[in-house]
């Protein structure tokens, strides 16, 4: 018991310092992040999440649903790709939502988002596999994060968008179910023009709903 102590007691003596800076970087780093906590809350940044949103207009009503929330690491499972994202994400400015990428980049981030939507859809696609009755409709996904000092949280959002909204799309701002929703009706009308010039920002996605 005596050796295990003595030896104990010289391994501390000789690394002492080691484990004091080992501690010291640990606190800095958890105080680090508990900063960047506290201002991303501050701000309502979460840029660390990705918002799966269906905007459509009904009855003369812009409509804003939620389809799901993941943490990006979830949907891009890859730590270079997230920290691209992200980054991208902080250079949007008002009247510019679009996320802005690499053209060679585009198709692996959105096509990374149609792999989660398809999976909530998955049931309408073997119906309409199996031969059963279906209903579909073409639409399109956008990355965005909308950056107007009215929008109440920040976050990376891919957009659906029902193809046959932005082909017909009217230049009349529809009803808001609530006041700051004007930011997504302007996002909505970039998006439409953006579609036309720019189609390699944009994946088409084909949903499936049964009967």
Sequence with gaps: MDQLLD????????????????????????????????????????????NFSLTSVVDGT?????????????VFLNETAVTQITTAALQTQPGLPLIPL???????????????????????????DAGLPVKSASYIIALTNEADG????RKIRALLLNKSLLE????????????????RWETVLHIADQFQKTPRRFLDVEIVTPI
């Design 7 to 50: 030896a104990l007691n010289d391994l501390i003596t000789e690394h002492w310092v080691k484990f004091l800076v080992a501690a010291g970087l640990t606190a800095a780093g958890w105080l680090l992040g508990w900063r960047r906590s506290r201002q991303q809350w501050r701000r309502r940044e979460f840029f660390h999440r990705i």
């Design 62 to 74: 812009l409509r804003i649903r939620t389809l799901a929330e993941k943490s990006c690491d979830d």
């Design 102 to 128: 690499p053209d060679e980049d585009y198709w692996f981030f959105l096509n990374a988002v149609l792999n989660e939507v398809s999976e909530q859809f998955a049931a309408g696609l073997i119906a309409k």
């Design 150 to 153: 009215d929008v109440r949280t």
């Design 168 to 183: 017909g799309l009217e230049k009349t701002a529809p009803q808001f179910e609530s006041p700051h929703h004007r930011i």
